[in-house]
């Protein structure tokens, strides 16, 4: 019912920027809150972020906040992670997810690809 397609993820320099895209389309897919994850090789899965239907709510986890902005298109169904800063601790997979109407909603989530970002002198 809902596709998410994710790009933007590559090789930065610790301190260096990447922005990530997460395009959904589908039925109603305005009215999805979507919200980013990243995982490590061994490391339990980090929620990031997360942003309402109507951009009127938007949370970072605390280790972000201050560097991370997330963002959201409405013409074009896409959301989008603003990373700067990055660390190398940070290099993970970086996942988009969609729930309908809400991010605190675990009845069904959809999930896009992934994208990894490697952050390396």
């Known amino acids: 019912q809902l596709q998410l397609v994710e790009s933007g993820g590559g090789l930065v320099q610790p301190g260096g920027s990447l922005r990530l895209s997460c395009a959904a389309s589908?039925?109603?897919?305005?009215?999805?809150?979507i919200g980013w994850f990243r995982q490590a090789p061994g490391k339990e899965r980090e929620g990031v972020s997360c942003?309402?239907?109507?951009?009127?709510?938007?949370n970072y986890t605390d280790s972000v906040k201050g560097r991370f902005t997330v963002s959201r298109d409405n013409a074009k169904n896409t959301v989008y992670l603003q990373m700067n800063g990055l660390e190398p601790e940070e290099t993970d997979v970086y996942y988009c997810?969609?729930?309908?109407?809400?991010?605190?909603?675990?009845?069904?989530?959809?999930w896009g690809q992934g994208s990894q970002v490697a952050v390396s002198s």
């Open positions: 997810a969609a729930r309908f109407d809400a991010c605190w909603r675990a009845e069904k989530t959809y």
């Open positions: 589908g039925n109603n897919a305005d009215y999805y809150a």
């Open positions: 942003i309402s239907p109507g951009s009127t709510r938007i």
